[in-house]
């Protein structure tokens, strides 16, 4: 038993040492077993020292381009795997025998109906930020919100080019006021543009004074901002799109609204390659 | 698309976004996991690299393997170093000259923490190979002793005895009064 006790001692100041506290301090909570403790912290101490050292930040940032490259990549494919999984079953197969003429004609017209799929790429000469805007936010221990896509709409053309983010689920509790959280980068043609949509496939909130998940709504499924600006080939572009949450009077129901005033695009100079 | 199918997709891309998310904090300690069995920094900055990589190609399997995301990193990290090792055809112990000694003192003091170093990367030599890891994991990796015990599929209370098994005896070849 008395054993046991000290590995489970022993256990916590190793954790403890790793996150940062002192040696002294564990010992000090500990005085019937510092003796004991003392020279195996100590080794602890001396191996870690002997092996340390700080990976270099150019590698490091090197392998977390190639990182995030690869995710975008997967994140392009991952609805054209799926849709190959679904149609190499039998019953998809029948269906698909019976709608084939209608699906020629869709073919026809899709790329007319269908936006563009941006790539994202680390180099891109446009960001798409989130952040929150607190009106109701206090009340929630979490708000997960996941956001499936993502659509750009021209000035003038209207057309519609969409991407779909990288980080796909934000909490917005951790976004508040000049918080943000980019959740994609990439290359958008350069232009005049007019609207943002967010189309919003999941909401999850938890409430911080009961722990209770609750009900936060968004009727239409998407999020709109009517806002002009530009986007060029040689600067960045970085557009932060404000969410907000805002209590139905005391219904214990919660609406998710755009924050149009807190919104906007930004621009700076692209980083030396 | 079915339900089944769907829900596929959202768990991985939650598992995506926890990968991702993941990078900032396990990238150097993943690094100097490696390098504690490979003994060359450059190596090991790039192994950890290609365990994000890899991660990312398989996070399917991720979610049969029960055990905590960064948990599994390592696992990820000690299967690509194990082939590393068996390219090289030899495992290497960390060169004493690569070691990073803190600060230039005078010639005397840094043959004292040459020897200093020698002593400790000896006496890890003389752990078994489970303690090694063990010791690995909980020193470099900073993982819990119940995220070990996930990876090495042992109970929490075996690994803290390993470890204090492994700790005293670093101690006893280490030997020295401070």
Known sequence: MMAEDFDRILDECI???????????????????????????????????TYTFTPSADT?????????????????????????????????????AVL???????????????????????????????SDEPNDIGDFESLNVTISRVELQAAGSGKRLEFTPEIKTVDLTQLQGEQSQEIWRGNVPAGQYSHVYIYVSEVKGRLELTGQTVDVKLPSGKLHISMPFEVTADTVTSFTFDITVVAKGNTGEYNLKPQIGESGAQQEQKPLE | MNIGNRENISTINEYETQLSGLYEEY????????????????????????????????????????????GWLFRIAHNLTVDYLRKMGKRRTVPIDSVALPGNDNPADTAEKNIEFERVIEAMKQLTTEQREVINLRFFG????????SILGKSDGAVREMQRAAIEKLRGIMGVER
Request: glycine fraction near 4%; aromatic fraction near 8%.
């Open chain 1, 60 to 96: 490091k940032r090197a392998t977390r381009q190639k990182f995030h490259a690869a995710l975008g990549k997967r994140r392009q494919m991952t609805p054209v795997l799926s849709f190959f999984k679904v149609i190499s079953r039998p019953a998809v197969w029948a269906t698909v």
């Open chain 1, 15 to 49: 954790d403890r040492i790793n996150r940062g506290d002192n040696l002294v301090d564990c010992l000090s909570d500990y005085p019937a077993y510092s003796e004991k403790l003392k020279p195996l912290l100590q080794s602890m101490h001396d191996v870690q020292k």
């Open chain 2, 27 to 70: 990238y150097d300690k993943i690094a100097r996991y490696v390098y504690v069995h490979i003994g060359n920094k450059e190596e090991a900055e790039d192994i950890a690299g290609e365990v994000f990589l890899k991660a990312l190609k398989s996070l399917k399997s991720y979610r049969e393997q029960g055990v905590p995301m960064q």
């Open chain 2, 142 to 149: 900073e993982l819990t002793s119940k995220e070990v015990s």
């Open chain 1, 100 to 130: 084939v003429l209608a699906i020629v004609g869709t073919l026809v017209i899709r790329p007319l109906l269908n936006p563009p799929t941006l790539i994202p790429s680390p180099e891109g000469n446009f960001a798409f930020l989130i």
